[in-house]
């Protein structure tokens, strides 16, 4: 696990440019589009209306190489990147939009931090902030993953770090939000303020 690996890279010489301090990553085949709902507010603290959010508020779509997708002014999609990222736990990424691509209005992640140790695909969070809808193709170049030493105390040594709640996964969708320790404490200070 001592060592970084991405795959497949299908155009190396496009993807590992000398003039370039990063890797292009691509799109790959799996896309969760995100449909309006007329259920209310998505609520962490109802375990009712978070369970239903893959149901409610996300339609799963794949497109097959070769095949296309249409992302419309201010839509918002998850898309799973094609490429298999796994970090050591001395190196840590980000991932960041191409500047093409914000050109035309394109923001590729929101979320942009990979924890060292991560490995899985990426799920991108794309949103469309221009005014022209613009086609996506499968293997088409998305993004950049930029890489960070992480540097450790002296004497603590390299270890590997949890993966996270999405690290080993292909689902794009949402899990939870705040940490089990987070949502009970909201809960009690909720029911307290309830009674009062």
């Given amino acids: 696990v001592d060592r970084l690996i991405v795959a497949p890279l299908l155009a190396p010489d496009e993807q590992l440019r000398a003039d370039q301090a990063s890797i292009d990553i691509r799109l790959g085949f799996e896309f969760a589009l995100v449909s309006p709902t007329v259920r209310g507010s998505i609520d962490e603290f109802s ?12 339609r799963k779509e794949y497109v097959p190489l070769g095949g296309s997708l249409i992302i419309h002014p201010h839509q918002f999609i998850l898309a799973a990147t094609l490429e298999y990222i796994r970090l050591p736990p001395d190196l840590m990424s980000y991932v960041i939009g191409r500047s ?9 992640a929101t979320a ?11 799920t991108l969070e794309l949103r469309n902030l221009g005014e022209t809808p613009l086609t996506l193709y499968p293997g088409q170049a998305i993004g950049q993953l930029f890489f ?9 040594g390299a270890h590997v770090p949890g993966i996270g709640q999405y690290g080993g996964s292909i689902d794009l969708l ?19 303020n309830a009674r009062t």
Avoid at 148 to 156: F, K, L, M, S, T
Wanted: charged content about 25%; glycine content about 10%; overall charge positive.
């Fill in 174 to 192: 949402p899990r939870r939000i705040s940490s089990e320790l987070t949502r009970r404490k909201i809960a009690a200070l909720t029911t307290k």
């Fill in 47 to 58: 375990e009712d209306r978070f369970s239903r959010l893959s149901t409610d508020h996300y």
């Fill in 100 to 108: 093409t691509w914000g050109r035309l209005g394109l923001i590729v």
């Fill in 112 to 122: 942009v931090g990979i924890q060292p140790g991560f490995a899985g695909t990426l």
């Fill in 148 to 156: 960070h030493d992480v540097r450790y105390a002296p004497g603590e």
